[in-house]
Each structure stands twice: as C-alpha cells, then as structure tokens.
C-alpha cells in the first residue's frame, strides 16, 4: 500500500509512474514523426530516438514494479 511506504519511496514511485506515461508518449510522437519522415537519415534518428524511449520505459517499469511488489501495490 502506498500508505505504506516512506514518503521520499512513495514519491519517487508516483515519479517513475508519471515517467512511465511520458516514456509512452515520447514514444508516440517518435513514431508519429519518423512515420512521416521522408529525409531517410533524420528518420533513423527518429527511430533511435523511439528505441531509447523503450529501453527507458523497461527500466522505469523494472523498477517501478519491485517498488509494487515490495509494498503490495495493486493496481497502480
């Protein structure tokens, strides 16, 4: 429970929450602009740009989630 946890542990877990969403939504916006991308060299970047937001996301969610399981969070 949220209750639970410390307040500096609970922050934090609220942060990596609210980063998870930014995580997915950067990645959104890379793949919305790579998909209408015609310079094929800026489209790449773009690309790398959507695969480092994915490498970001799994490592906020490996950490956001042992933060759920030691504090029995459901549903967050």
């Known amino acids: 429970m949220l209750e639970d946890m410390p307040e500096k542990t609970m922050r934090m877990f ?13 990645q959104k916006t890379y793949q919305q602009a790579a998909a209408l991308c015609e310079d094929a060299a800026l489209k790449k970047v773009l690309e790398g740009f959507y695969r480092d937001e994915v ?3 799994k490592a906020l969610l490996q ?14």
């Open 14 to 26: 609220l942060i990596f929450k609210e980063a998870l969403e930014a995580e997915r939504e950067a």
């Open 55 to 57: 490498r970001h996301e």
């Open 63 to 76: 950490r956001y989630n042992r933060l759920r399981k030691k504090y029995n969070v459901q549903g967050e």
